[in-house]
């Protein structure tokens, strides 16, 4: 289908969108790569009369070294943090969300921002991020804000965003030594599959090889990328054997609240999460090296 | 509103009006008529779309043209420099990269950002750099050959220069003839097209399943400016149409009941796309909704509502096959099994959606261009429906994006363009979107398969039966030819003694399902080849010797009357056994790897069409008795030489939509023309100019068109013998042709060029033309109902052996490899044949893993989009091994048989095979999704712990 008449307007900072959004809202939509939006015109899962274009806001672009770690701007595309050479290190597992979401074009067009602030339940950089302990930076002409990933999210396609703010950036704080991270997911096909269930992990260990920190995020099993806040508690100051593993597996599956769909019964995506989430820790357990 | 805009496109400025909500993909097609870029999706799935933005392979369907000004945009327009294509594009032509085509430009634009970034790339990473591009028709491997072999076609490469006069006839593996304009985005498919004071049609479907329609009131509809014709159930004809003649049972626009979602209930015409979308909102429909019906097994309950009042217990079909004493037999057996097996409505999925462009003449002709495989019946039932001659109706076939059966038959976009160009007196245009494709649909039949088999102690079958119940949709269709080809080909493969079938073909209310590709016969045969896997696993026997002890041998009848000539299927058995290193794996993978074999074989050519009569309108005469012979030739092709002799004019209305026909018939007819396929042109897209073939169904073109165009070939070549026997001072018998020129037999140094010779004919003769024709055999078939579904002058045969590996704990199954051997007959092109087996794996594999459209209560399709009905990514497709094992089928042409269809009916059982081996488990019911294998092994470890407790009650005991 069509998409409806609808007006563009570009805006070539932060503040005239800001500005632009309030103007327009409610009846305006934020459009950053488009590969959520413009599906969502054409299938008329909501319509608008206005859109917002970002792509011009050079500065929303690109991912830096900061002081106290890496920032990601909203804008930077899905490919670009890909690609970057600052994803290297202990930053590098968010290339496991990154390398097998969505399609070399669609990562080309699709951004960072997009991804996490589009708020669908299964977008795969949301968890990754959170088990990363990411912040994001929010910014409206009223001026900015950090909230924690987990508490950005709140629902599918709703965020703690006031009317006439938006995503500037994501911040992945510089991870402590003896860190570990990493991303299962399963889709039903090889490639531009759909998240049935995702689990990041990261963790610290201290010296003695117990665990420092940990934190696991949960992907498509909830209405919102879900921190399994319990697992944290479980894990700390414990040496991350079989038998631990297996616990946090147990919670992170009753931390789930899956639907059955298409792609799996509520059941099956318990399971997963289960299986991805002892994949998960072996994996950044394996990271850290030894 | 409209704003002036600038783009940068291949280096070209364009300056153009658009709107802010247009994507990149309407303006490259609709403004710019940069047609080169493909709509497949509309949503950023499949890839067709593709374009490079600053250098980057991007979907233009999901960009807005607005934001995209100050970008350099590529588009597959832009590749090609001068007229000479790139390296890339050279590898994708010799290669074998393309078949259809519809994927190509987007897939060429992929690769080639991916070679400017690293030139030297792994199969892996070109895979990772493709996943973005669907392919339905090459299985990948041709693509992955060809960006893998890119540098050979750099300046100075190995294969930078064709080397001499390479071969080309019959035999020879020719790039495909339409290959260079499929790779540069010039080949024409039908939505590409656009004439002068077009406008644009859509339709209305049905929002609900199953309902009355009480009311329509069109308007508002009507009164939207740049809306030219609105039409409804009660404009339209009351004749009905279908496919086969005793069962035509669908209204052009709903009469009085809407039967599925998406029955078509009312069309528009408007200026453009957007307007019709529009209009279409605007017609309001009252319906009274009755119960729905999903489930097949459900609608043949007593009670159940009728979907059709004239189909008793929902069932449009019943067949009834018993040949010899089942019932005997299996008492005398020694080892009898019975399984039941639940199938999957697989969608064809083509990347090209349907599209069809209506426009008439003055004097009341129409001329309809349409994504079509069968020309002819479409001509027939456009004549049907409108009540004007045959004649009267020419029918273009543009360049076909795919087909596998979809589209077999005269769609509702055909029909309402004619109807709404005739309405509004302009040309129409009406492509479908993604999801209207679903809601058209044509797929396969879900069949609900009870069957039963009976060996004795060697495993040689006793006997064979099976129950088998078609879900097919809400019309008739294919479905009567279905039900029976569901029965009649089993016993085409082994030697079955004893058979019998009982097919019903039930209406739900979901799309109407038809001939997919393998038509009817894939499940039936999924189902047969699983069974006999089990049995020899329970006897102890090696699956592929339980095949060879059964294997159909040659110039034999089978027990339902189907005259089997050349078959080396025992030959294909032999031959995957050795290539797959079969014993060394069968029995000895480690858990979660497995190995299983499957087989196959189908018709080349339906011994009889599936209008009997003569080529009239069937109103005009009363249905002829049947008679055991065609009354008309099925395939009839002209070729002209052209007045110098330099080149030859092919005419024959054979559909090529992919599959390679242009390419074969082109080499048949150069070889018994004596020229090099290079100096043949090809006319077969338009029903004005060539004369009548039947179309791309039932695996028949190779077949009998390819005896059309030789012996039309033949025929010039006997017209030329007198002057070239003059020239050379021989006897006309004693003359030959061969490569363009003309010789005395066993003395080649006596020639004489064929252009020379050709010219002399035309000099005194005037147009030098040959015609050709072919009827099938008369008397094909037994005197059975249902005899004459699944005749056929010759039947192909083949072997897959599938290796997986299976994620145990997921489920996740891994399609490793597949090794497949082939008895096709000789092959005309054996890269040609190659590419439908590669592609028939992908597509088998991807169906019995992967694909089936889902429903819910109230019928509504849950997955019509690609991103929800997911078909196999280039990471996804297997290595494939295909090979051609020696046969020569003496009643084709050069020996040939059958490639596109038979390729398929391996496939599903070789999977289900090797999950099974790998697993431990039996999945019968498709797709054999990862959910229903964990669940499976779950069951499998419980029904084993408590077997092992029992077992170990009476030890305690004692
Ligand atoms: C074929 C296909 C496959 C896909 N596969 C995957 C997949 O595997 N995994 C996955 O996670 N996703 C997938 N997606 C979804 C999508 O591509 C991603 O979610 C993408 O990252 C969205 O980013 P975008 O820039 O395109 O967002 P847009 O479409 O531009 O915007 C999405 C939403 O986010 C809002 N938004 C955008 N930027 C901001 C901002 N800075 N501040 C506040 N709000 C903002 C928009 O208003 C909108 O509501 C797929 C999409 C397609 C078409
Ligand atoms: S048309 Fe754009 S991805 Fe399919
Ligand atoms: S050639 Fe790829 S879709 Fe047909």
Redo the contacts between chains.
């Keep these: 289908m069509h998409i409806p008449s609808i007006e563009v307007h570009k805006a070539a900072t932060l503040a005239e969108a800001s500005a632009l959004l309030g103007r327009f809202s409610p009846d305006v939509r934020l459009l950053a790569g488009g590969t959520d939006v413009l599906v969502d015109l054409k299938t008329a899962r909501f319509s608008v009369g206005h859109l917002v274009a970002l792509g011009g806001i050079k500065k929303l672009r690109g991912v830096t070294e900061e002081r106290d770690g890496l920032r990601i701007g909203a804008l930077t595309t899905i490919t670009e943090l890909d690609r970057s050479p600052l994803v290297a290190g202990a930053y590098a597992a968010l290339r496991d969300a990154t390398s097998r979401m969505a399609t070399p074009q669609v990562r080309n067009a699709a951004t960072v921002g997009g991804n996490v602030a589009g708020a669908v339940p299964c977008a795969d950089l949301p968890p990754i991020l959170i088990a990363m302990n990411a912040t994001a930076l929010l910014s409206s002409d009223k001026g900015e804000r950090t909230v924690a990933l987990e508490d950005l999210v709140v629902g599918p396609r709703t965020t703690v965003l006031r009317d006439n703010e938006l995503l500037a950036a994501v911040n992945v704080p510089r991870p402590p030594e003896r860190f570990g991270a990493a991303y299962a997911r399963f889709g039903l096909r090889e490639a531009n599959a759909i998240a049935v269930a995702g689990v990041a992990v990261a963790l610290a260990l201290n010296d003695d090889r117990t665990v420092r920190s940990a934190r696991i995020a949960l992907c498509a099993v909830a209405p919102a990328p879900k921190f399994v806040k319990e697992a944290t508690r479980l894990l700390v100051g414990r040496v991350l054997d079989e038998r631990a593993c297996a616990q946090a597996a147990a919670l992170a599956m009753e931390a789930a609240e899956p639907i059955s769909d298409l792609r799996g019964s509520a059941e099956y995506r318990r399971e997963l999460v289960g299986t991805l989430t002892r994949r998960a820790l072996a994996a950044a357990q394996q990271r850290i090296g030894r | ?1 409209f704003t002036a805009r600038t783009f940068t496109i291949n280096g070209q400025q364009y300056d153009v009006a658009i ?5 990149l993909l ?1 303006v490259l097609r609709d403004r710019l008529h940069l047609t080169g870029t493909k709509k497949g999706c ?4 499949c ?1 067709a779309c ?1 374009v490079l ?1 600053d250098g ?4 233009s ?4 043209a ?2 995209v000004e100050d970008r350099s945009i590529t588009t597959i327009e832009g590749l090609a420099r001068n007229g000479e294509l790139t390296p890339l594009q050279k590898s994708f032509v010799a290669e074998g990269g393309l078949q259809c085509g519809y994927c190509t430009p987007g897939m060429v634009l ?1 690769a080639t950002a991916l070679l400017e970034r690293n030139p030297d790339p792994s199969a892996d990473e070109i ?7 669907l392919c339905r028709c090459t299985g990948y491997t041709g693509i992955l050959r060809a960006v893998e072999r890119c540098k050979n076609y750099l300046e100075g490469g190995q294969c930078a220069k064709p080397r001499g006069v390479e071969p080309s006839g019959v035999g020879a593996s020719i790039p495909r003839i339409d290959a260079a304009d499929k790779v540069t985005g010039r080949a024409l498919y039908t939505a590409d097209i656009s004439l002068p004071y077009m406008v644009h049609g859509k339709i209305l479907g049905s929002p609900i399943a199953h309902g009355l329609v009480k009311r329509i009131d069109v308007s508002k509809a009507k009164a939207l400016p740049g809306v030219l014709a609105v039409l409804t159930g009660a404009d339209v004809t009351d004749t009905k149409h279908g496919v086969s003649p005793a069962r035509y049972d669908e209204d052009v626009l709903a009469k009085d009941k809407v039967r599925h979602i998406g029955d078509p209930v009312a069309a528009v015409a408007a200026v453009d ?2 307007t019709a ?2 209009a279409l909102k605007l017609i309001e429909v009252e319906y009274e909704r009755l119960p729905v019906l999903t489930d097949a097994m459900e609608a043949i309950k007593e009670g159940a509502p009728l979907i059709h009042e004239k189909y008793k217990s929902n069932i449009c079909t019943t067949v009834d096959f018993n040949f010899g004493d089942v019932e005997t037999a299996f008492k005398e057996s020694h080892y009898v099994r019975e399984e039941t097996f639940v199938g999957n409505n697989v969608f064809q999925s083509p990347l090209e959606p349907h599209a069809s462009i209506s426009t008439w003449s003055h004097d009341g002709n129409l001329t309809l261009y349409t994504s079509t495989q069968v020309p002819p019946y479409v001509q027939y039932m456009m004549a049907h429906l409108l009540h004007i001659p045959l004649g009267k109706i020419r029918v273009i076939r543009p360049a076909v994006g795919g087909g596998f059966g979809t589209k077999a038959a005269t769609t509702p976009l055909d029909i309402c363009s004619a109807l709404l160009s005739r309405a509004c007196g302009r040309p129409v245009k009406m492509v479908y ?1 993604r999801e209207e494709m679903f809601q058209y649909g044509r797929g396969r039949h879900k069949q609900h398969m009870k069957i039963k088999l009976g060996v004795d102690r060697e495993g040689k079958i006793k006997a064979v039966k099976s129950e088998v119940h078609l879900d097919g949709g809400a019309y008739t269709s294919f479905g009567v030819a279905t039900a029976y080809y569901a029965g009649s080909m089993i016993p085409t493969l082994y030697k079955i003694p004893n058979y019998r079938y009982d097919g019903y073909r039930v209406m739900t209310n979901k799309p109407a399902c038809g001939a997919m590709r393998g038509h009817g016969v894939p499940q039936p045969r999924f189902a047969f080849e699983c069974l006999l896997s089990m049995a020899a696993d329970d006897l102890g026997i090696d699956p592929i010797e339980i095949r060879r002890r059964n294997a159909m041998t040659p110039n034999t009848m089978t027990v339902n009357d189907l005259d089997i000539g050349s078959c080396e299927f025992s030959a294909t058995l032999d031959a995957v056994a050795g290539k797959s290193a079969w014993k060394d794996k069968y029995g000895k993978l480690p858990k979660g790897k497995g190995i299983g074999i499957g087989c196959g074989g189908f018709v080349s050519g339906a011994g009889y069409c599936i209008y009997r009569g003569q080529v009239q309108l069937s109103h005009e005469k009363g249905r002829e008795p049947f008679q055991k012979k065609s009354i008309f030739p099925h395939a009839n092709a002209v070729v002209r030489v052209t007045e110098d002799g330099e080149a030859a004019v092919l005419m024959i209305g054979a559909a090529e939509i992919g599959q390679g026909s242009d390419t074969v018939l082109v080499q048949m007819c150069a070889q018994s023309l004596g020229i090099p396929a290079s100096r043949m042109r090809m006319q077969s897209a338009d029903s004005e100019i060539s004369p009548l073939d039947l179309g791309a169904y039932s695996s028949r073109v190779t077949f009998m068109a390819g005896h059309a165009v030789s012996r039309a070939g033949a025929m010039v070549l006997e017209k030329m013998k007198p002057y070239a026997a003059a020239l050379l001072g021989c006897a006309a018998s004693e003359v030959e042709a061969r490569d363009g020129t003309v010789f005395v037999r066993g003395d080649a140094s006596r020639s004489v060029l064929w252009a020379e010779v050709a010219r002399k004919c035309f000099n005194a003769d005037g147009p030098l033309v040959g015609t050709g024709w072919y009827k099938p055999p008369e008397g094909l078939g037994g005197d059975y109902k249902g005899a004459t579904v699944g005749t056929s002058p010759a039947y192909s045969f083949g072997s897959s052996v599938c290796e997986v590996s299976v994620d145990l ?2 489920g ?1 199954v ?1 399609i490793d490899k597949f090794t497949d051997y082939h008895d096709c007959g000789t092959p005309i092109n054996p890269q040609g044949v190659h590419g439908q087996v590669e592609g028939a794996i992908v597509m088998g594999a991807g169906e019995t893993v ?1 694909e089936g459209v ?1 429903f819910g209560d109230d019928g509504q399709l ?2 019509p989009n690609l ?2 009905y ?1 078909i ?5 497709a297997p290595e494939i091994f295909s090979g051609v094992v020696d046969s020569y089928e003496p009643r084709g042409p050069f020996g040939a048989k059958e490639i596109g269809e038979g390729s398929t009916l391996p496939v599903l059982g070789a999977v289900a095979h090797a999950i099974a081996n790998a697993t431990g488990v039996w999945i019968k019911d498709l797709p054999i ?3 229903k294998i ?2 499976a092994i779950r069951q499998k470890k419980a029904a084993d712990a408590a077997r092992r407790e029992r077992r170990d009650e009476p030890v305690t005991a004692k």
């Design positions: 509103m709107e802010d909500g247009e994507t309407d509309d949503s950023g799935d890839g593709t933005i980057e392979p991007l979907n369907c999901l960009l807005l607005s934001t992929s895979k990772d750099a493709l996943a973005g591009n796309e957007k979308e529009r979107s704990e997921t996740k891994k992967m889902a849950l997955n991103h929800g997911l196999m990514t280039i990471k996804d999704t990862p959910e964990v669940n």
